[in-house]
């Protein structure tokens, strides 16, 4: 089975601070992503990374950037966070190959900025 | 634009089949999937279309036609454990809808 684990379930910090937020697969896939989930907005795609050290911006990259500098990692980074970026964030992978058929998600980390 | 449309709630009864449409536009489009997420639970792939049709996976199935931008995912012989959002998502990237929120009731 393949495993996305995401370092933290919950997390609080506090606005201006700078924030990790990690994500590991298993699996060897080389598609990762980072999502924010908020209610009745569905999952909306912050950036996403073909393979390493390659990254694209989805939809909502303000406010955010990531890392990948090995295969299984990909990190999300809030810069300056802002009590806007509250949210429930996912990771994602899924194999290589064009399209995405099939996706792989974490269990979620909510983040909440005070 | 890019954009999926789903209906934000349905409801239907136990024993019942129910159909979620979804309809989409993009400027680029690889396939159709569907996922399932219980609440407090990280979102499940249920399905993928690359091609006009139905594709059926036990309670669940999923048609797409392209050429009217328009999916949909049936689930039938309905249980509670039913209850739980479905989203629609196109690829490339994954690109997901808002979300309807299924409800089963006995």
């Known amino acids: 089975d393949v495993k996305v684990t995401q370092s933290s379930r919950y997390l609080v910090k506090r606005t201006g601070e700078k924030v990790f937020l990690e994500c590991v697969q298993d699996m060897d896939h080389e598609n990762m992503f980072w999502y924010r989930q908020d209610p009745g907005l569905g999952l909306r795609l912050i950036y996403f990374?073909?393979?390493?050290?390659?990254?694209e911006k989805g939809d909502i990259p303000e406010g955010y950037s990531v890392s990948r500098e090995k295969k299984e990692r990909f990190s999300l980074i809030l810069e300056s966070a802002s009590t806007n970026q509250t949210s429930m964030y996912l990771c994602?992978?899924?194999?290589?190959?064009?399209?995405?058929?099939?996706?792989?998600f974490g269990q979620g980390t909510r983040l909440t900025v005070v | 634009g890019q954009s999926l449309e789903q209906p934000s709630e349905v409801t239907a009864v136990e024993g019942a089949i129910v159909q979620i449409n979804c309809t989409y536009q993009?400027?680029?489009?690889?396939?159709l999937s569907w996922y399932q997420q219980h609440d407090g639970g990280a979102p499940t792939f249920l399905s993928y279309n690359a091609l006009d049709g139905l594709e059926e996976t036990g309670r669940f199935s999923s048609f797409l036609s392209r050429s009217d931008s328009y999916g949909y995912l049936l689930l039938q012989e309905l249980q509670m454990k039913d209850s739980a959002s479905y989203f629609c998502?196109?690829?490339?990237?994954?690109?997901f809808g808002k979300g309807t929120r299924l409800s089963v009731i006995a």
């Open positions: 994602g992978t899924s194999p290589s190959g064009g399209a995405v058929t099939e996706a792989f």
């Open positions: 998502a196109y690829s490339t990237p994954l690109v």
């Open positions: 990374s073909y393979d390493v050290k390659m990254k």
């Open positions: 993009t400027s680029g489009f690889y396939g």
